[in-house]
Nanobody, 126 residues
Framework: VQLQASGGGLVQAGDSLRLSCTAS????????LGWFRQGPGKEREFVAARRWGDGRNSYANSVKGRFTISRDNVENTVYLQMNSLKPEDTAVYYC????????????????????WGQGTQVTVSS
């Protein structure tokens, strides 16, 4: 299974970006597809995730109200719409997937995901 993330770039504070991530390869039934990020000198942290079965979205507190995760109804693709970007959002953003429909207590944990994309850089200037 390959995850291809795209959409990163250099923007100014207050701007928007949309990231996308597509799962491809061997037949794969997506259970949960999420986004994590790792800023300079920081540990990787959870950003958002979507559970395929019931469409439930989860967000980190730091992005609630600014970021929206959604999916393409046909393809195994998830989008992360990022609005009102802040310099502290600067990071490499990774998409991750698992065949499991993760429960809320684990959806935030990177170890719960089996497949990872290569990352896309998002840089927000002040």
């Amino acid at each position: 299974v390959q995850l291809q993330a795209s959409g990163g770039g250099l923007v100014q504070a207050g701007d928007s970006l949309r990231l996308s991530c597509t799962a491809s390869g061997r037949p794969f039934r997506v259970g949960t597809l999420g986004w994590f990020r790792q800023g300079p000198g920081k540990e990787r942290e959870f950003v958002a995730a979507r559970r395929w079965g019931d469409g439930r979205n989860s967000y980190a507190n730091s992005v609630k109200g600014r970021f929206t995760i959604s999916r393409d109804n046909v393809e195994n693709t998830v989008y992360l719409q990022m609005n009102s970007l802040k310099p502290e959002d600067t990071a490499v953003y990774y998409c991750a997937a698992t065949a499991s429909g993760l429960i809320l207590s684990t959806i935030f944990q990177s170890a719960a995901y089996d497949f990872w994309g290569q990352g896309t850089q998002v840089t927000v200037s002040s």
